[in-house]
T-cell receptor, first 111, second 111 residues
Framework: DAKTTQPTSMDCAEGRAANLPCNHS???????VYWYRQIHSQGPQYIIH???NNETNEMASLIITEDRKSSTLILPHATLRDTAVYYC????????????FGTGTSLTVIP | DGGITQSPKYLFRKEGQNVTLSCEQN?????MYWYRQDPGQGLRLIYY???????QKGDIAEGYSVSREKKESFPLTVTSAQKNPTAFYLC??????????FGDGTRLSIL
């Protein structure tokens, strides 16, 4: 599966939108983009996933570029509880043995 | 609520001892996984099982063993052959119609 590139760390002011980028330039046509986050000393938590179209749920929005080589996770109104490591994963299947977890982006929400 | 239960949350082992980490799920998922996470790093796959009585090695299986006698349970044994067992261990499960769910982990330390 294609691997991803994410910034090591980002800060965001509380109440503002947090925009987390991810590059996946070698993604193939049948690979999905998944986002998970991991709060310190807990297991990763699913946020959202998509194939081509932009997606939105109660937690976040996912914007995928038309060429699918990059995406952005948007947390519309960041709170202190959103401080976590965010992982962008590209995979053909929804199976854990196909997920590659890099080091992710450590997001700190500042009061 | 359905989910994955890992126990204990903290575990201590003396050098040369085997230790078993528990993972139970009530999500009716077919597949289960074990990952290892070291400080500041992503998750690395140790073992996975797609059906009962079957399992495969992941990227870092040496020094570990698993069993899958029941759909709900996937215990991981860290053997004395694992020379650097101190880490955060995460269990996960998935199925075709549901995303990958994670437990909250077990932190293993050597005394």
């Amino acid at each position: 599966d294609a691997k991803t590139t994410q910034p090591t760390s980002m800060d965001c002011a509380e109440g503002r939108a947090a925009n987390l980028p991810c590059n996946h330039s070698t993604i193939s046509g049948n690979e999905y983009v998944y986002w998970y986050r991991q709060i310190h000393s807990q297991g990763p938590q699913y946020i959202i996933h998509g194939l081509k179209n932009n997606e939105t749920n109660e937690m976040a929005s996912l914007i995928i570029t038309e060429d699918r080589k990059s995406s952005t996770l948007i947390l519309p109104h960041a709170t202190l509880r959103d401080t976590a490591v965010y992982y962008c994963i590209v995979s053909k299947t929804n199976t854990g043995n196909q997920f590659y977890f890099g080091t992710g982006t450590s997001l700190t929400v500042i009061p | 609520d359905g989910g994955i239960t890992q126990s204990p949350k903290y575990l201590f082992r003396k050098e040369g001892q085997n230790v078993t980490l528990s993972c139970e799920q009530n999500l009716n998922h077919d597949a289960m996984y074990w990952y290892r996470q070291d400080p500041g790093q992503g998750l690395r796959l140790i073992y996975y099982s797609q059906i009962v009585n079957d399992f495969q090695k992941g990227d870092i299986a040496e020094g570990y063993s698993v069993s899958r006698e029941k759909k709900e349970s996937f215990p991981l044994t860290v053997t004395s052959a694992q020379k650097n067992p101190t880490a955060f261990y995460l269990c996960a499960s998935s199925t075709d119609w549901d995303r990958v769910h994670f437990g909250d982990g077990t932190r293993l330390s050597i005394l």
